[in-house]
């Protein structure tokens, strides 16, 4: 499994952003998708994931904020954020929980400042 991400930038707070995730090799379903970020020195944490029974999981933080899709067909996950604040400052990571196994992607920077 490979997977690339795409969208990162530069925002002012209260803009949005939407990043794409898109995998290649073997792939079953998005289900098992989602996005992490991380902004040192926290440690990686969960922005939102689509569940093994195809709920979409959000942390408190992002909700009502963020929303994750997904597409099958184009094995791909985005993630749309609106109203950013410089604490979603981070190095968004794309995932994929796959037979068991953990695959990331290369980290895309979002950087929120006025």
């Known amino acids: 499994v490979q997977l690339q991400a795409f969208g990162g930038g530069l925002v002012q707070p209260g803009g949005s952003l939407r990043l794409s995730c898109v995998a290649s090799?073997?792939?079953?379903?998005?289900?098992?998708m989602g996005w992490y970020r991380r902004a040192p020195p926290k440690p990686r944490e969960v922005v939102g994931r689509?569940?093994?029974?195809?709920?979409?999981f959000y942390r408190d933080s992002v909700k009502g904020r963020f929303t994750i899709s997904g597409d099958n067909a184009k094995k791909s996950l985005d993630l749309q954020m609106n109203n950013l604040q410089p604490e979603d400052t981070a190095v968004y990571y794309c995932?994929?929980?796959?037979?068991?196994?953990?695959?990331w992607g290369q980290g895309t920077q979002v950087t929120v400042s006025s």
């Open positions: 995932n994929y929980f796959y037979k068991n196994q953990d695959y």
């Open positions: 090799g073997s792939f079953d379903s998005i289900r098992g």
């Open positions: 689509i569940t093994s029974v195809g709920t979409t």
